[in-house]
Structures are given as C-alpha cells and as structure tokens.
Nanobody
Framework: QVQLVESGGGLVQPGGSLRLSCAAS????????IGWFRQAPGKEREAVSC????????YYLDSVKGRFTMSRDNAKNMVYLQMNSLKPEDTAVYYC??????????????????????WGQGAQVTVSS
C-alpha cells in the first residue's frame, strides 16, 4: 500500500527556514515521479517542486527558485523540501505527492497536480511575524 506522510511544518518568521519531510512506504521513490505542492486558503493547488527520478526532469515554481530545494534520500525512502528565506506568501498547506507512471509526464505536465495518484495528508506552513 502506497503511503506518504509529511512532517516538519510549523510557524516561522519571515526570512526563516523550514525543512519538510515526506516518508514514503509501499514503493521505491526512485521509480516514481515525486512532487511537492501547496494550497493556500482560497487559492488553487500549485506545484512547488517536482522531479522525474528516471531522468532528473525537474520543475520549480518561479517564486521559489533559489529559495527552495527538493532532495531525496533513496536509502531511507524520504523526500525533503528545504525552504529558506520564507515569505508570508509561502503560507499554505504543503503536500507530498507521487505517481508510478513517469512515462506519462512531460515538462509541461510535471507540475499538474491532477497527474499524481498518491498524496500525503499535508503539513501546514505559516510564515508570519
């Protein structure tokens, strides 16, 4: 059974950092497409960072480039999102997602939330002074 569990959310001041973790079970991360998404109240879910492990095809939301970094630890079957220089507009529920069909994705669809089959429960990130 595929399961994703996020952790590491919380309250942080503007300019601060947080690292989100996503523990995957029931599948091997390196065979899947992995993504971090977020959804703020009243807004649509948007991709933050996504990667197709088979060839390294990667997406980052423009507003987080240079501040956020996604990484994997295949031995632990973990995915991380390091978030630095956080801004109030980064406040959202952050979700880890995975999909077992890397061949279905292109650079355009890598960031489309509806392409992903498996989702974690979400982690709240609040950036506020």
């Amino acid at each position: 059974q595929v399961q994703l569990v996020e952790s590491g959310g919380g309250l942080v001041q503007p300019g601060g950092s947080l690292r989100l973790s996503c523990a995957a079970s029931g599948f091997n991360l390196d065979a899947y497409v992995i993504g971090w998404f977020r959804q703020a109240p009243g807004k649509e879910r948007e991709a933050v960072s996504c990667i197709r492990s088979s060839d390294g095809l990667t997406y980052y939301l423009d507003s987080v480039k240079g501040r956020f970094t996604m990484s994997r630890d295949n031995a632990k079957n973990m995915v991380y999102l390091q978030m630095n220089s956080l801004k109030p507009e980064d406040t959202a529920v952050y979700y880890c997602a995975a999909d077992p069909s890397p061949g279905h994705f292109t650079i355009r669809t890598l960031s489309e939330w509806w392409m992903y089959d498996y989702w974690g429960q979400g982690a709240q990130v609040t950036v506020s002074s």
